[in-house]
């Protein structure tokens, strides 16, 4: 609402492209906008589908459908995406001046870009795209499915995890230096520690290490069958399954995150250690970090709750119960609670008013309307207090008077009974 009033206040000249960016960026703005954006996601979701059964050549139905028909639907979708980026940069600064390498680099610009690049490379590259390096940007389409978060309530949901993840970059920072700490330091135990159990090649036979070979090439368990049943290992004194410090970063990684493959694992008893230590190390390391991303979402979640939302939640907390009227405090309630209903609402329209005229970015905007809400549920709160010491003053006169009244009957009895004794 805030975007189309502000769209609606734009002079003569920029009111066109002000409709635009509503048809192409804000779906709830109007129906034929929300058909477009349905549009447009049933084209995402076509691309992908087309890129994914041109390489079902297995099927028979799909081998008999004409190469033109995947190459029409492919011109389709990419003409219709290079319309609308060039449309959105084209529209970029009609709310305010947003330069235009900024909007560029913008991430969701960004993936619009490598969906279509690949389109037109293999146009230029002709019959040697098949061959080169542009084939692989076709893969890049898919990236293009992150465009459904725009449609209505996801677009929401969207940003709470964005802002979510951001609070949290310092934990996750955190998270992924220990764990990169932690591999590598397991991964050398591990490679160590295994090739003790390797055969030294220096004190045996020269021909040793080709029957070792021959018979490693036939073992199950990653032993030599022989005795004295060394580990299977290369000629450079390294285990078959761990050939170099390198080599054990996948395990490592793999056992700290409990995944465990189990394409690579630890033979010998040291490096079964060295594993389990590395599973205890690696739960601790993501555990805690993870309970503060946790945290973090939680306050993003109940300080982004949907706009939508928040007034039937604040109106449900704001209907008089039947103890109101009980304490005699049901009036003032309501009262001071249509007093704060007048005030927000003409606070919010002259607020609203005043944003109109100032031209701004849309994040600016959504910084500004989360800052009202803030204030909104502050000015709550100070009238939520105001409204329970106000019920606390009538329950202290409520007690006072009750108190005095029984002190009254008791000097009552007091008196009567002395009269009657006398």
């Not at 606070?347 to 309307?369: D, F, W």
Request: hydrophobic content about 45%.
């Amino acid at each position: 609402n805030d975007v189309v009033s502000r769209v609606a206040m734009l002079p003569a000249n920029k009111r066109l492209r002000g409709k635009i960016l509503l048809f192409i960026e804000h779906p709830e703005s109007s129906t034929p906008a929300l058909w477009f954006s349905v549009y447009i996601l049933f084209l995402i979701v076509s691309s992908i589908v087309v890129f994914l059964l041109e390489r079902e050549k297995h099927v028979a139905w799909i081998r008999e459908i004409d190469g033109n028909v995947w190459f029409g639907i492919e011109i389709l979708c990419s003409a219709t995406f290079t319309v609308e980026y060039l449309a959105r940069v084209a529209v970029r600064n009609v709310l305010g001046d947003v330069q235009i390498w900024r909007f560029l680099l913008k991430p969701e610009m960004l993936c619009d870009a490598l969906a279509i690049v690949p389109f037109y490379a293999d146009l230029v590259a002709g019959e040697a795209a098949g061959t080169s390096v542009f084939k692989v940007l076709r893969v890049f389409r898919l990236v293009r499915l992150l465009r459904v978060f725009r449609l209505g309530r996801f677009a929401w949901g969207m940003r709470l995890m964005t802002v979510a993840v951001q609070k949290s970059f310092q934990a996750l920072w955190i998270l992924i230096f220990w764990l990169a700490v932690g591999t590598l330091w397991f991964s050398s135990a591990l490679y160590y520690f295994e090739k003790l159990a390797c055969p030294p090649y220096d004190d045996l036979e020269p021909g040793y290490f080709f029957d070792h070979s021959e018979r490693c090439s036939e073992s199950s368990d990653g032993f030599d069958p022989a005795p004295p049943h060394y580990l299977c290992c290369d000629a450079h004194g390294s285990p078959l399954d761990l050939l170099s410090i390198s080599g054990a970063f996948w395990w490592s990684m793999v056992t700290m995150c409990t995944v465990g493959f189990g394409d690579a694992r630890p033979r010998t008893k040291q490096g079964y250690v060295v594993g389990s230590a590395s599973m205890m190390c690696g739960i601790l390391l993501i555990a805690l970090p993870v309970a503060i991303v946790s945290s973090k979402f939680q306050e993003t979640y109940q300080t982004m709750e949907e706009p939508g939302e928040q007034p039937h939640k604040r109106q449900a907390k704001k209907k008089p119960t039947p103890g109101d009227s009980a304490v005699g405090n049901g009036d003032f309630d309501v009262m001071a609670r249509a007093a704060a209903e007048q005030e927000k609402k003409s606070t919010t329209q002259s607020l609203q008013k005043r944003l109109a005229r100032v031209p701004m970015t849309t994040e600016q905007v959504n910084v500004i309307q989360n800052l009202v809400h803030m204030m909104e549920n502050l000015h709550e709160m100070e009238m939520e207090m105001r409204t329970m010491t106000a019920k606390e003053e009538t329950r202290s006169r409520q007690i006072q008077d009750q108190f005095g009244s029984v002190l009254a009957l008791v000097r009552q009895a007091l008196s009567s009974k002395s009269k009657v004794i006398s």
